[in-house]
C-alpha cells in the first residue's frame, strides 16, 4: 500500500477514494477500523472511513489513531487526514487535535490543511474560506445543525482549536509553483509552526500542493488536494496507470435516504417530489419517543419496484432548531439517523439493492445499520459523489453523499448513471 488515508465521516471517504481511483490509484474504502483478521482486496490506497466528525476530540483521536496503527501495519508509505470542504468543525475539534496526534505519532514535524474543492466551488484565499461567492460564513454552512461555521478565516478557526501557532501560505506562493511551496513549507518549520492553511482557487493549484507534499508523512484537507499524491508515487516508479474497476451490476428496488439539512439537499429533496413519491419522518415524533420505522416501511413496502422512492428527514433550519430545542443538538441527530439506519436496515431485507444516501453522518449511520465493512468504488456521478459497491456475496449499491454535493436533480440522475 502507498497511501493510508483517515476521513472523518463516510461520504468524504468515497469522496476521497473517488478522487484517488480517477487519478490512477486503485483504492478500496474500509468503513470503521478494520476488525482482526479482516483481509481487504489489494489496493494502492486505502480510505478508512470514520465517524469522527462530530463526536468529542478525543474520541476522534482515539479512532483516528487506531486507524493509524492498522494502516501503518499495511505498509502505507503516506497518510492523509481527510475531512469535509467547508472545514465543519465546533472550537472545541477535531480538525487540528486530530491532526496534531496523527503527526506526533508519525513523527513528523509540519503538515498543511487544505480543504479546497473547486471543482465544487470551495476555494481559499488568503485562508478564508468561499463557497461559490460566498464566504463560508454567509453560505448554508452557518445554519450546519452540528457543526454551524460562523467564522471563514480558517486560520482563526484552526487557531482556537490549537496549541501552538497555525501558518498560512498564501496564493501568491503557491502561483509559484511547488518549489516556491516547499521553500515556504521550510520556512514555517523553521519559525516553528506545526501546521498551516494553504490557499488554493484551482486544481492546478491543488496539484502543485500536492507535488510540493512528496517529503511529508501527513498530509491534510479535502479530497482535492489528493489530485496532486498520486503523481508523486509514479514519478517515484511506485505506480502504474490504474482504471477504475466496474462495478458488478445490481438490480433491485430503489430507495433515497436523505438525513442532510443541508441547502443543497434540500433542493435535490424538493426536485424529486416532483416525479416520484416520497414520506417524511417527523423528526418531533422521534422527539416525543414514537418508533416511526414501522410505518416509514409500511408505506415503502407496496411502492418497491417500481420508480425510486424518497425517505427523508430533510428540514429546514427552522424546524431543526425546533428538535434540536427540545433534546439538544447532539441527541436530535442521533435518533434521526438511528432512525434512517434501522428504516435502511429493514428495506434491504426486502430486498432494496440499489441505495442513495444524503448527508454523512446519516451515511455513517446507515453502513454501520447494514454491517458493511467495505466498498469498491464505481462511476462517478458528480464531483466528489462515485457509486460504490459494498463488499461480500450479496452487494448493495451505494452512492453515499455529502449534504453540500450535487446537482439539483442529483438523486433521478444517480439512477440514470448506475444504468
Known amino acids: 500500500m502507498l497511501l493510508g488515508c483517515i476521513a472523518d465521516d463516510f461520504t468524504g471517504a468515497t469522496d476521497l477514494a473517488n478522487t484517488l481511483t480517477r487519478r490512477g490509484m486503485s483504492t478500496v474504502v474500509l468503513l470503521g477500523v478494520p476488525r482482526a483478521g479482516f483481509t481487504p482486496p489489494a489496493a494502492d490506497a486505502a480510505v478508512i472511513a470514520l ?6 476530540a478525543a474520541a476522534a483521536i482515539t479512532l ?17 487526514f481527510k475531512y469535509c470542504s467547508t472545514f465543519d468543525s465546533t472550537d472545541d475539534g477535531n480538525i487540528d487535535p486530530v491532526a496534531e496526534a496523527l503527526l506526533a505519532r508519525l513523527g513528523g514535524n509540519f503538515t498543511v490543511a487544505c480543504p479546497a474543492f473547486p471543482t465544487n466551488q470551495r476555494t481559499i484565499y488568503q485562508g478564508y474560506l468561499f463557497v461559490g461567492g460566498q464566504l463560508l460564513s454567509e453560505s448554508g454552512m452557518r445554519h450546519h445543525p452540528l457543526n454551524p461555521m460562523t467564522d471563514s478565516l480558517l486560520t482563526r ?29 521550510q520556512e514555517l518549520q523553521v519559525a516553528g509552526i506545526r501546521l498551516a492553511i494553504v490557499d488554493a482557487i484551482t486544481d492546478e493549484h491543488l496539484l502543485a500542493i500536492g507535488a510540493a507534499c512528496v517529503g511529508l508523512k501527513l498530509v491534510t484537507g479535502g479530497s482535492g488536494l489528493a489530485l496532486g499524491l498520486p503523481g508523486n508515487f509514479r514519478l517515484q516508479g511506485l505506480l502504474k496507470a490504474a482504471l477504475a474497476g466496474a462495478l458488478p ?5 430503489a430507495v433515497v435516504l436523505a438525513g442532510s439539512c443541508s441547502a443543497a439537499t434540500q433542493r ?36 418497491l419496484g417500481g420508480k425510486p422512492i424518497l425517505i427523508y428527514s430533510t428540514a429546514a433550519p427552522q424546524a431543526v432548531e425546533q428538535v434540536q430545542a427540545r ?9 434521526v439517523e438511528q432512525a434512517l439506519g434501522n428504516v ?9 439493492r440499489r441505495l442513495v444516501v444524503a448527508g454523512g453522518e446519516t451515511a455513517g449511520a446507515i453502513v454501520t445499520a447494514l454491517g458493511v465493512e467495505g466498498l469498491r468504488i ?27 454535493f450535487g446537482s439539483d436533480d442529483f438523486f433521478l440522475k444517480a439512477f440514470r448513471t448506475l444504468q
Open 64 to 80: 483516528s489513531l487506531a486507524s493509524l496503527d492498522w494502516l501503518e501495519r499495511a505498509g502505507a508509505r503516506q497518510y492523509f
Open 249 to 253: 451490476r445490481i438490480d433491485g428496488p
Open 378 to 404: 464505481g462511476a462517478e456521478i458528480d464531483p466528489g459523489v462515485p457509486w460504490t459497491a459494498s463488499l461480500g456475496d450479496e452487494p448493495v449499491a451505494l452512492a453515499l453523499k455529502s449534504g453540500n
Open 268 to 303: 435535490q429533496v424538493a426536485a424529486m417530489q416532483l416525479s416520484c413519491e416520497s414520506f417524511a419522518i417527523d423528526a418531533l415524533a422521534l422527539a416525543r419517543g414514537q418508533d416511526v420505522v414501522p410505518e416509514v416501511v409500511a408505506w415503502a413496502k407496496p411502492r
Open 344 to 352: 435502511a436496515r429493514e428495506l434491504v431485507a426486502l430486498g432494496v
Open 327 to 335: 433534546l439538544g443538538r447532539e441527541r436530535a441527530g442521533a435518533m
Open 51 to 56: 465517524k469522527s466528525r462530530s463526536v468529542p
Open 157 to 185: 478557526v484552526l487557531q482556537r482549536q490549537a496549541k501552538g501557532k497555525v501558518g498560512l501560505i498564501p496564493c501568491h506562493v503557491v502561483e509559484q509553483g511547488a518549489g516556491a511551496i516547499r521553500g515556504e513549507m
